[in-house]
């Protein structure tokens, strides 16, 4: 659904009020300096061409609720005039014969710099622009209540001058500059964990399909096998099948939530079930490195709204994750409590710890290859990945606290509280 935000008159002389706009939509909707001044500067393209070509024109910003092209949230801006109609895909092709130089440029550099940028001819002549600018996938959901707050206070603020104007520019400048800067250190740190972790799913991979061809080629040549033998043989393929399985629908899942392509099935969820329901889940793996588990449930039902399934994922996870990097006969705590309106899940292990310099990483995507160990345990590392993308995509968040190598880990999941299903339950 699109709210309409505000409308610009847009001419010779209102080129500055129109990138003025566009910038303070971007800051009261929540894109991140690069993502407003690629915004501002596709705007400020548009409204010159439509300025040096139509003489005038309309620039309307709206926010999506629902985009289907940014798959979710985003700011959209809208030019419309009564020019004469462009074909952005003869542009690009440098075929469109009639036009400034400037207007073709303009066009091609702007779709470039937005998220998804179409042109639609108008009857009786003219052409409609719309540009599409993502908000990041960690900003809230906005309400209609929101919205128009956000609205309210974009029609109070005055525009900047000239001058103003001049030094705003050039202060984004630097921002962005510095913002491409840190990017391209990120970029430089996950292509780096990257290689880590492809190596790391070579070992993965090559370890079991290395056991299913062994095991297929006794098959083979042994013309003798007993029936127990053949079940035998038959179980280790089993396993080895089962966990190139659950290798592939690890990377499937992170992929499919990292792109918005999960659809939760929401409904009343209550968590000290839900934890059992994972302490059941995750047994085998605790009992085979006995560990001791204390678990502190709250006294009254805990709800939560959400995909029970999912949450059950999370919370197994993480508990996958205390098992395996805590030292045998190790103790892991499990405590659910509530602060406010906040329901609180925490995990604590007297394990391998975290150092200080991972702790701000831990969650991202490749990091865990870095800091597991190179035994027999198995999996990825992209649990916690998961973990940190569901629980978002539930409102809520996901955090780490740890002294130290050496000194155990504490993992605690925070989720907005169902008040309403925990007080016509409690009056039931």
Not at 16 to 27: D, P, Y
Request: with cysteine; net charge neutral.
């Amino acid at each position: 659904m699109r709210h309409r935000l505000v409308t610009v008159k847009i001419g010779p002389h209102s080129l500055t009020l129109a990138r003025e706009r566009a910038r303070q939509v971007g800051e009261l909707f929540g894109l991140e300096t690069l993502q407003r001044t690629r915004l501002v500067t596709a705007v400020s393209e548009i409204a010159r061409n439509t300025a040096q070509s139509a003489g005038e024109g309309t620039l309307t910003f709206l926010f999506d609720t629902q985009s289907v092209h940014c798959a979710g949230q985003a700011l959209v801006a809208e030019v419309t005039d009564k020019g004469p109609a462009v074909n952005l895909q003869l542009v690009s092709q440098g075929q469109q014969h009639g036009k400034p130089a400037g207007t073709v440029n303009g066009l091609v550099g702007a779709r470039r710099l937005v998220d998804h940028l179409v042109l639609r001819p108008q009857e009786g002549g003219g052409t409609v622009v719309t540009m599409e600018m993502a908000l990041p996938r960690a900003h809230k959901l906005l309400s209609v209540h929101e919205i128009t707050a956000r609205v309210d206070e974009l029609i109070t603020r005055k525009p900047r001058s000239a001058m103003e104007e001049l030094e705003q520019q050039n202060r984004e400048m630097l921002e962005a500059l510095e913002e491409t800067r840190r990017e391209q250190l990120v970029l430089q740190q996950a292509d780096l964990r990257k290689n880590e972790f492809l190596a790391i799913l070579a070992h993965e991979l090559r370890n079991p399909l290395a056991t299913l061809n062994m095991t297929l080629t006794i098959l083979r040549r042994k013309t003798n096998i007993t029936h127990d033998e053949l079940i035998q043989r038959s179980d280790v393929m089993s396993r080895q099948i089962g966990h190139l399985v659950r290798l592939v629908n690890d990377l499937t899942d992170v992929t499919r939530v990292d792109k918005g392509k999960v659809e939760l099935q929401a409904a009343p969820v209550e968590l000290n079930s839900l934890v059992k329901d994972a302490l059941e889940m995750t047994a085998a793996a605790i009992q085979a490195r006995s560990h001791a588990v204390v678990f502190e449930p709250t006294r009254d039902d805990l709800w939560v709204h959400g995909d029970a399934s999912r949450l059950l994922q999370v919370v197994g996870n993480v508990l996958q994750n205390a098992a395996k990097y805590t030292p045998e006969g190790g103790r892991i705590e499990v405590q659910l409590r509530t602060i406010g309106t906040r329901a609180l899940i925490e995990v604590k292990d007297n394990g391998a710890g975290i150092d200080a310099e991972m702790l701000p990483q831990v969650f991202g995507m490749f990091v865990q290859a870095r800091t597991r160990s190179t035994d027999e345990q198995a999996g990825l590392g992209v649990g916690l990945t998961l973990a940190d993308r569901l629980v978002r995509d539930h409102g809520g968040s996901i955090s780490v606290a740890s002294e130290g190598l050496g000194h155990g880990s504490q993992f605690t999941i925070t989720l907005p509280l169902l008040q309403l299903a925990a007080s016509q339950r409690a009056n039931a």
